[in-house]
């Protein structure tokens, strides 16, 4: 199928082409975990030396693990509910979650702040722009502990060291780096699954000698400036920087703009639309009725997950993009299929277009161009990351898919030549992986029978709705995992909030001790999960990355571990299962 402008065939063989060669490379997308001589990337660069605390030793109605957007909206919702016996923990120094973590130069939501910063209205505050920036949103946090009193219950710069389930007690017994020791009748996991930085696997990594530290630690103490710029003291640094996602995006225009020589090393380009970015009118956001942040969230979800709306309130790249595309499913019949690819295909022919209106030197306009569909990787929308390619200060290290051969200790080598290099920075991401959450998290979870999770999980996870797993009674997982993925992350956590404020008052109400899936019930669930397909065909065909696994979505950790159909559905499934009593668990 053709049309006068696009050859179908053609660029469907390019995409496999790009696709195959990015596969089957030895530890090419391979990561290392940040321990031993890499844990020293973990340390938080953010607080001053404290002394150590004693101990504490209690017993709580809840434990809340995890200080960020998620684990804030648990804490709000059991106020609602009227809990107030509940405990906060996090390694961080403060509440935010990645926006405490995320402070690198350029740092924004990609995401309408609108909709992303949550209880806007209970918390009376209009963003001051449309994609707000990385500051903002970690001083509303901090302003949305305020106002309900969540400081005086945290329990900052502690890292939790393991949950075992106390049957006799039916309490979790959770210690900490601090030698705490907290008993708690329920517990809520909220860590996030961008919360564990990831390093590559490129051999060499530990000989550089230079100055190194990923984005999640940026180090202001050797760049200079802050997250709105301002690097001068990279002024006579040779930089490099390795990852060309989200982060990398939005940090390169002031590494470009403050280096001597930034040099960007790219595996695979980023699809790079429009943000179209603006401040906020106040008069507009007078305007709004009450229950409009919630109506703007589910109008959102429901357009980016293939609903219909009346109308397209939040309107912007994220809308267009499902809009026009559509939404890439194995159940189209052929001719759907084969029309949803055509729309496929003139939308990433624009962001191709706009590649080269835009950068200036047509070397590195074609390797800046995105040879994938829709929807493989996340969309890095910005006004500013195209344009720093026309600096000449600034070079696009691609290495064709094949990554960096190896590192020195001065410099990168690709194809042969070393770049050397007085600072290297890894946009390298995060563990994504849902199916290991000791690794992901730091500590292991043991329930009945001192069970762990890990061994539970070995053959592949196993839940009900992505929230509870048997065996582990009273305990939450925020996780995602068989559950609803939402692209606007903090809407899933909300929903996510409610339902388990919403469980502990089911317990309170109807004197429940335990509760957990009863065995049917969780293994019905896994086999709904797993023996539907979703994007299944489409994730195999993508260039290789996190949403599919590396290019190997079938092998577990990829978008098929995920509820296969759209998140709204899933939320006002949630919503009928507790009304009706929240059947399928075994309570005591």
Known sequence: MNTPDIDTEALAARYREERDKRLHRGNLGAYLTPTGRFAHYLEDPYVDPEPPR???????EVLQIGAGFGGMQVAVHLLKAGVEDFRILDRAGDFGGVWYWNRYPGVACDIESYIYMPLLEEMGYMPSEKYARGPEIFKYARDLAEKFDLYRRALFR????????????????????HGDVIRARFVNLATGPLQRLRLPAIPGIETFKGHAFHTSRWDYAYTGGDAHGGLEKLKDKRVGIIGTGAT????????GEWAKHLYVFQRTPAPVPVRNHKPTDPEWFKTLKPGWQKHRMENFNILLTGGEQDEDLVADGWTEQKTS???????????EAAERQLRDFEYMEGLRRRIDETVKDRATAEALKPWYN???????????????????NVTLVDTGGLGIERITETGAVVGGVEYELDCLIYATGFDFNAGNMASRNGFEIYGRGGVSLTDKWKGGIATLHGFTSRGFP????????????????????????????QIV???RDHQVRTFEPSEAAERAWVERVTSRTYRTNHDQECTPGYYNNEGAPTEGAGINAFYPGSSQRFFQMMERWRANGMPDFEVS
């Open 54 to 60: 004693p101990p504490i030793q209690e017993d709580v």
């Open 158 to 177: 502690t890292e939790v060291s393991e949950l075992r389930w106390d049957e006799s007690a039916a309490r979790w017994v959770v210690t900490t780096d």
């Open 248 to 255: 990398a995006v939005q940090a390169i225009p002031h590494l």
């Open 325 to 335: 595309v559509g939404i890439a499913v194995d159940s189209l019949s052929p001719e």
């Open 374 to 392: 829709a929807g493989c990787k996340r969309p890095c929308f910005h006004d500013e990351y195209l344009q720093t390619f026309n600096r000449p």
């Open 474 to 501: 009273n305990l939450v997982i925020q996780a995602n995992a068989q559950g609803a993925v939402a692209s606007n992350i903090t809407h899933g956590l909300g929903e996510g909030a409610v339902h388990f404020a």
């Open 505 to 507: 008052k089911h317990c």
